[in-house]
C-alpha cells in the first residue's frame, strides 16, 4: 500500500501546468489507484496507472484541442487560451 501512495504522490508531483500533463497525470493517478484496489498487487497498480495515463491524454486532447493552459509570471494564476499555431 505505500508503494501506491508513493506512485500516486510522484505521479501528481510530476504534472506540470500544461493541460496535457495533467490530464495525463491526473489519469495515470485514477489508474493507479483503481488498479491498486482491483488487484492489490504492485502489477496491478503499474498496468492501471499506465492505461489511466494514456486514457487521460488521449480524453484530454479531444476535450480540449487548441486550448492550452498559461501561467502568468507575475501574478502566477493560470488561465486558458487558445494555443499559439504550429
Known sequence: MRITV???AATLGLAGCATSEVDTGIGAA???AIGAL???RVGG???GAA???GAGYLLGRTTRKGYCRYRNPRTLKIYVARCPAG
Open 51 to 53: 492505461v489511466g495515463a
Open 45 to 47: 497498480t503499474l498496468v
Open 30 to 32: 485514477a489508474g493507479g
Open 38 to 40: 482491483a488487484t492489490g
Open 6 to 8: 508513493f506512485a500516486l
